[in-house]
T-cell receptor, first 111, second 114 residues
Framework: GQNIDQPTEMTATEGAIVQINCTYQ??????LFWYQQHAGEAPTFLSY??LDGLEEKGRFSSFLSRSKGYSYLLLKELQMKDSASYLC????????????WGAGTKLIIKP | EAQVTQNPRYLITVTGKKLTVTCSQN?????MSWYRQDPGLGLRQIYY???????DKGDVPEGYKVSRKEKRNFPLILESPSPNQTSLYFC?????????????FGPGTRLTVT
């Protein structure tokens, strides 16, 4: 079966750093994606990891360990606008590019 | 502007009354997909299409139909809606290659079936 786990909710303080974890057990792996979704809006693409290691993009970084089935999204210098849900998704190998989605982590930023 | 459009954005209907939600993209993407999103369950794929005239079931296809007669359009049809299909629906598109995970989403359609 396919399974992706993320914490349901996290709280952090404005200006701080937060790490959102994602673990996956899937039959095949061809890349991991992070999306941001503000309440009532569509998800928007944040990052893509296919090889092990850290990908940095401004205040956001994403890490992947394929051997451990583990990824995290690191958000630095948190701003109030970062309050959103963060979705982890895995694209399967040989699956017609089907994405398997985690349920998402709701991040609450406090002043 | 590159975008995915969906219509309508909001719809309230009654059980059994057929409806269609339209989806259109202007990025020449091969891959299109429909999702529903319910609280605590995340995004669940309903149907997807790899190209014109090619469609496949996702995780929750029961009660839905799709068609892909043109590359840009991918309508979602509910032949006989039921209250358990009350949800937030998203259409998405992407290239059919290593960029397939970078999906572009429409703004969503909030459907209520009474």
């Amino acid at each position: 079966g396919q399974n992706i786990d993320q914490p349901t909710e996290m709280t952090a303080t404005e200006g701080a750093i937060v790490q959102i974890n994602c673990t996956y057990q899937t039959s095949g792996f061809n890349g991991l994606f992070w999306y941001q979704q503000h309440a009532g809006e569509a998800p928007t693409f944040l990052s893509y990891n296919v090889l092990d290691g850290l990908e940095e993009k401004g205040r956001f970084s994403s890490f992947l360990s394929r051997s451990k089935g583990y990824s995290y999204l690191l958000l630095k210098e948190l701003q109030m606008k970062d309050s959103a849900s963060y979705l982890c998704a895995v694209i399967l190998r040989d699956s017609n590019y089907q994405l398997i989605w985690g349920a998402g982590t709701k991040l609450i930023i406090k002043p | 502007e590159a975008q995915v459009t969906q219509n309508p954005r909001y719809l309230i209907t009654v059980t059994g009354k057929k409806l269609t939600v339209t989806c259109s993209q202007n990025m020449n993407h091969e891959y299109m997909s429909w999702y529903r999103q319910d609280p605590g369950l995340g995004l669940r794929q309903i149907y997807y299409s790899m190209n014109v005239e090619v469609t496949d079931k996702g995780d929750v296809p029961e009660g839905y139909k799709v068609s892909r007669k043109e590359k840009r359009n991918f309508p979602l049809i509910l032949e006989s809606p039921s209250p358990n299909q009350t949800s937030l629906y998203f259409c998405a598109s992407s290239y059919r290659d290593s960029r397939a995970g970078e999906q572009y989403f429409g703004p969503g359609t909030r459907l209520t079936v009474t």
